[in-house]
């Protein structure tokens, strides 16, 4: 089966989540008319992926960290309120699958724990997964909590078998096989890595699951910070520095690089996929399947909730 899919590497307004929303939409229409049936977006798109973390200086201003982190819990998304409302509809509205990341709040227990997740939205309109990332990366774990494996599951979709890991996840080698294990066609790899170790990953994991494989970082300059974001001038002094280089990519099963990587570009890498080639890859590699060894090796997951609390009310 094959799909014209669409990698969106387009910044956000950083810290903005209405803007970014709108910029999203637009930019999922715009994928629609030219005849794509997939949207991915960039980890933590809404409102933004949090790379000041890595610029704040550990125990430094405390007043600024503390001010930078109030405006991302103020966007960040809320499910339950019916924030992806209108990214919904957009995906009514154009027969697309999105695949979006972003900054969720906790809003049924602690009401202000943050979660890196990624959002798996169906043509339909439907949220048909929702994952959120297990272990945030260095300076991410004083932005994001530690998620649990709800969302380590592989989707039907009209575009093939969707799974999702957001970044150094995919590093991860346990959770790359619990996903190869759901008869994968497409791993969905949003991530503020890129260059040429993330890229070779990404083929390395195309040949190992026998997957197509869909990465993309935000393609952000100092330029597209914007001019409201506290301590702007010490954390991004320079318009023309590239914050991020994006790389979009789009990897074939074995690893042939189909399209991209999309360097240093604020735009849509297109590209098509054809699921039926994954079968065909798998037919000298299947490590969830001819290539494994049950006898010897043995993976439980754990993929129940893990509330904080459970009430027992008479």
Known sequence: MKSKIAVIQQAPVLLNLDASLKRAIDAIHSAAGEGARLAVFPEAYLPGYPTWAWRLRPGGDMRLSIEIHARLTENAVDIAAGTLDPLRDAARETGMTIVMGMSEIDSEFSGATLFNTVVLIGPDGEILNRHRKLIPTNPERMVWGRGDAQGLRVVDTPVGRIGMLICWENYMPLSRYALYAQKMDIL???????????????????????????????????????????????????????????????????????????????????????????????????????????????????????????????
């Not at 320079?238 to 991209?260: K, L, N, Q, T």
């Not at 570009?265 to 000298?284: N, W």
């Open 188 to 314: 969905v790899a949003p991530t503020w890595d890129c260059g040429d170790r993330w890229q070779a990953s990404m083929r390395h994991i195309a040949t190992e699951g026998g997957c197509w494989v869909v990465s993309l970082a935000t393609a952000l300059r100092g330029a597209d910070i914007p001019d409201d974001f506290p301590g702007r001038e010490q954390l991004f002094p320079d318009p023309d520095e590239w914050v991020c280089d994006g790389d979009a990519c789009i990897i074939a099963p074995f690893s042939a690089v189909e399209a991209g990587p999309l360097h240093r570009s604020t735009d849509i890498l297109f590209g098509e996929i054809d699921t039926d080639r994954v079968k065909l890859a798998r037919r000298s590699l299947d490590v969830a399947g001819h290539y494994s060894r049950p006898d010897i090796f043995s993976l439980k997951i754990n993929r129940r909730p893990m509330p904080p609390v459970s009430f027992k009310d008479d």
